[in-house]
């Protein structure tokens, strides 16, 4: 590092629960076996405290609330769409907008358009989780066929999911999703899809083509940011 670089002594890093040993009491699991927690995390800050969120199995996300030296778990969702999406196994996001606590999550093998096409979740909340909607309202508790986001070139196992970003703007909260297989330029090309949810209205505003030939899988990693001059994605 330069001589300008201030660096975070390893000393001060320690577990939620203030546990600065490597062998630590404070790791969060679930109470049985084969639930996989933790292929993909994220987590947000708020006045109310740290919220992370995680899969839980190959079909279920859960939401953490760090509060001080206390970890709890107060959010489950089952992906209610096939028994094997993988919804968020691979990717999750969760940020704090102006109106609320936004969660996105992957199901990349999702059958609901094509076999393994893919599709992605949005939820929204504004009060610790104890009421989540999907974004147009709709209660996650519902019977009906949620409102889930899909990519306009969906077809069979291209993994639309795969990867997923978010941000929040004056613009409204902009959701990046990858789709590494996609063949919608050549065999596995791979595109990314941006999404932007402004006044209860979601649409998707960008297709991202990639530059490379076939094979190259553009998408498996995606992320977003905002800056001074507008919206970055890569």
């Given at each position: 590092?330069s001589?300008?670089?201030?660096?975070?002594?390893?000393?001060?890093?320690?577990?939620?629960?203030?546990?600065?040993r490597?062998?630590?009491?404070s790791?969060?699991?679930v109470?049985?076996?084969?639930?996989q927690?933790?292929?993909?995390?994220a987590?947000?800050?708020?006045?109310?405290g740290?919220?992370?969120?995680?899969?839980?199995?190959t079909?279920?996300?859960?939401?953490?609330?760090?509060s001080?030296?206390?970890?709890?778990?107060?959010?489950?969702?089952?992906s209610?769409?096939?028994?094997?999406?993988?919804?968020?196994?691979?990717?999750?996001?969760i940020?704090?907008g102006?109106?609320?606590?936004?969660?996105?999550a992957?199901?990349d093998?999702?059958d609901i358009?094509?076999?393994?096409?893919?599709?992605?979740?949005?939820?929204k909340?504004?009060?610790?989780f104890?009421?989540?909607?999907?974004?147009?309202?709709?209660?996650?508790?519902s019977?009906?066929?949620?409102?889930?986001?899909?990519?306009?070139?969906?077809?069979?196992f291209?993994?639309?999911?795969?990867?997923?970003s978010?941000?929040?703007s004056?613009?409204?909260v902009f959701?990046?999703?990858?789709?590494?297989?996609?063949?919608?330029e050549?065999?596995?090309?791979?595109?990314?899809?941006?999404f932007?949810?402004?006044?209860?209205?979601?649409?998707?505003?960008?297709y991202?083509?990639?530059?490379?030939?076939?094979?190259s899988?553009?998408?498996?990693?995606?992320?977003?940011?905002?800056?001074?001059d507008?919206l970055?994605?890569?």
């Amino acid at each position: 590092p330069s001589t300008n670089t201030t660096l975070l002594p390893i000393g001060d890093l320690k577990y939620s629960d203030g546990d600065a040993r490597q062998v630590s009491s404070s790791w969060f699991s679930v109470p049985s076996s084969g639930h996989q927690i933790g292929h993909s995390v994220a987590s947000t800050f708020t006045a109310d405290g740290l919220y992370t969120v995680a899969n839980r199995t190959t079909d279920t996300i859960t939401v953490l609330k760090t509060s001080g030296d206390t970890t709890t778990e107060v959010y489950t969702l089952n992906s209610p769409v096939d028994p094997i999406s993988y919804f968020g196994d691979d990717s999750v996001d969760i940020l704090s907008g102006s109106d609320g606590i936004y969660v996105l999550a992957g199901g990349d093998s999702a059958d609901i358009v094509a076999t393994s096409a893919g599709i992605a979740g949005l939820l929204k909340t504004t009060d610790d989780f104890s009421t989540v909607t999907h974004w147009d309202g709709t209660a996650t508790t519902s019977t009906s066929a949620p409102p889930y986001l899909t990519s306009s070139n969906a077809a069979g196992f291209q993994q639309f999911g795969n990867s997923v970003s978010m941000v929040s703007s004056s613009q409204g909260v902009f959701c990046l999703i990858g789709e590494p297989y996609g063949d919608a330029e050549s065999s596995n090309a791979g595109g990314a899809y941006l999404f932007r949810n402004h006044g209860g209205e979601l649409s998707e505003i960008k297709y991202f083509s990639p530059p490379g030939a076939s094979q190259s899988q553009f998408g498996s990693g995606v992320s977003i940011t905002s800056g001074s001059d507008g919206l970055y994605c890569l």
